[in-house]
């Protein structure tokens, strides 16, 4: 991805529609106010040692087991 020179942000924002079921609200007030209005979802993975492959793989839009699929 190529950074955004001399654009407006929200113009170039990508939104992911995350599962509303795994939201947790409580970690928006950890996310400078300045950006919060960015921020569709927030999605928690469970600490399994593969967390940052669950993370990308609910962020492109795979399913459950979706995290298989991006660890290769």
């Not at 929200?10 to 209005?37: F, M, S």
Request: charge should be positive; proline fraction near 6%; include cysteine.
């Amino acid at each position: 991805m190529k950074p955004l020179n001399n654009t407006n942000l929200e113009d170039n924002k990508r939104v992911v529609k995350l599962d509303k079921n795994t939201a947790q609200p409580k970690y928006l007030a950890d996310i400078p106010a300045c950006l919060q209005h960015l921020i569709n979802d927030i999605y928690d993975p469970i600490g399994d040692g593969n967390c940052g492959f669950h993370c990308m793989a609910q962020a492109l839009g795979y399913g459950k087991d979706g995290w298989m699929r991006v660890r290769k």
